[in-house]
């Protein structure tokens, strides 16, 4: 059985949180370290700031044992064995990432050690972010015998982030001693030895006992450059598919069958081959320009990575101008939105190709009723409601009387829509997809007006824009 390791997380937001509740419920001790004290009340109380799967269960199964939310660092570093820091990096004005987060909680860290402790980057940090704490603590006095600083990157999805982490395809560990590697190696041997799996009430994923995950040694260098480097292939695939997107519709092809054949190669592989109406969230465009600004601080021309950005930017844009051609003008129309996270199974909205879609509806006179499943309190943040803007708590009072409703993330209740009840409530059966849940054929036969990404356009003759009667 693995014995318990305290473990303090400096951060409760997306990763610390979720890295918070799943180390607790892999068997450790965790303190949530926050300075928001309205944020560690609510968490003490049993409320989530972020809506992800399997989290409220794990939260109400650990908050009263093995898992406690404080705002006091330094009781927390003291108590601890391992410190993970999880707090956020932001892009800066000049594309790098801001660190001063992690640079001030480094300091704080390094005024409360007084025993060995293992201080660990969970945050996406450009290379050569561990020197800089190692050197932070060092000249806040603290011995270098009494600390390691280690890399072990996070690869969480939103929205799948619980199921992400304790079913990982790898799990890196960047370490430049066997004391520091010795100790994360101990934290995760619930996982890489299968013995959580047999747990009556672990969380079902791909990962087994006969099967766990794979442990990847590295240096601290090579640990945060893979972190910056797989989050930019992501993206690059994703604008990689919109540009032949982009091809396809000029051919007349379907991307959809072009991304199948493509991915059906082994060296390639289907995921991330979607087309629709780019990347956002908190951590693809970010990370992108980070590092491409780290390429260009050590003298790397990286010009695949600005392609990369200028594709996902035109693609919005591409997007914005269907919706154009399918409505001829703005002013006056309602349209009605589904989807204003980055994407379906997440309340995210940074970075949102959905709420940009959506401000630029509102700036040429739209009026739009959007609905999304769990990010409408966030998107009124951004985007106050208003005589132009209704949020509305279901798909089918987003569509009515609307003149085009315009589909922006993948969440699967969309997917699974009653087209024939859908046909009725629009004014007109115009659907304009960003996300491609629908097939053309079966919209054809059910009335509609159909446009999708990458793929021929169809509409019923004559053009029901111009020719279907108002059903008002």
Not at 102 to 109: G, M, P, T, Y
Not at 264 to 290: E, N, T
Request: net charge negative.
């Amino acid at each position: 059985m693995t014995q318990p390791i305290t473990i303090a997380v400096v951060g409760s937001g997306y990763v610390g949180l979720v890295a918070s509740v799943c180390f607790a419920e892999i068997g450790h001790r965790v303190i949530c370290v926050d300075n928001d004290e309205a944020k560690v009340r609510m968490l003490r109380e049993g409320g989530l700031p972020i809506h992800e799967e399997h989290l409220p269960e794990m939260l109400s199964r650990h908050r009263t044992g093995r898992l406690e939310f404080t705002t006091d660092l330094h009781a927390a570093t003291r108590a601890a064995q391992a410190i993970f820091i999880a707090v956020g990096t932001p892009q800066s004005s000049t594309g790098s990432a801001d660190l001063s987060y992690v640079d001030a909680v480094a300091s704080e860290i390094a005024r409360s050690i007084n025993s060995y402790k293992v201080i660990v980057e969970k945050s996406t940090v450009p290379v050569y972010t561990n020197e800089w704490i190692r050197r932070v603590i060092e000249r806040n006095g603290v011995s270098r015998d009494l600390f390691d600083v280690a890399s072990n990157p996070e690869f969480l999805r939103e929205g799948t982030a619980v199921v992400d982490f304790l079913h990982p395809d790898r799990i890196v560990l960047g370490a430049a001693t066997d004391r520091a590697s010795d100790l994360l190696k101990a934290l995760y041997h619930p996982l890489t030895s299968g013995e959580y799996y047999r747990a009556a009430n672990a969380i079902p994923g791909s990962r087994s006992e006969s099967d766990p995950p794979p442990i990847l040694l590295t240096s601290t260098k090579a640990a945060e450059i893979i972190k910056h480097a797989s989050n930019a292939f992501l993206a690059t695939k994703i604008s990689f598919i919109n540009a032949v997107a982009n091809i396809c519709e000029a051919a007349g092809a379907d991307v959809e069958e072009v991304a199948r054949g493509i991915g059906m190669d082994s060296r390639i592989g289907g995921k991330f081959l979607r087309a629709g109406i780019g990347y956002g969230g908190s951590c693809f465009p970010k990370d992108v320009a980070a590092f491409r600004n780290v390429a260009e601080l050590v003298g790397v021309d990286f010009g695949l990575l600005r392609e990369v950005e200028k594709i996902n930017e035109e693609q919005k844009q591409r997007f914005f101008q269907k919706v154009r051609s399918a409505l001829w003008t703005f002013r006056g129309k309602k349209i009605g939105v589904l989807g204003l996270a980055f994407k379906g199974g997440t309340d995210d909205i940074r970075e949102s190709p959905a709420l940009d879609i959506v401000q630029k509806l509102l700036d040429e006179g739209c009026i739009v009723s959007a609905y999304d499943p769990a990010a409408e309190s966030r998107a009124k943040e951004v985007v106050p409601p208003g005589p132009q803007m209704r949020y509305v708590d279901n798909p089918y009072a987003a569509a009515q009387d609307a003149d085009a409703l315009l589909v922006l993330n993948d969440w699967q209740e969309f997917a699974e829509l009653d087209l024939e009840k859908l046909h009725y409530t629009l004014r007109y059966p115009i659907v304009i997809d960003g996300r491609n849940l629908f097939d053309p054929s079966v919209m054809l036969q059910h009335g509609f007006t159909y446009l999708s990404v990458g793929r021929p356009g169809i509409a019923l003759q004559p053009d029901p824009v111009t020719s279907l009667p108002s059903k008002s």
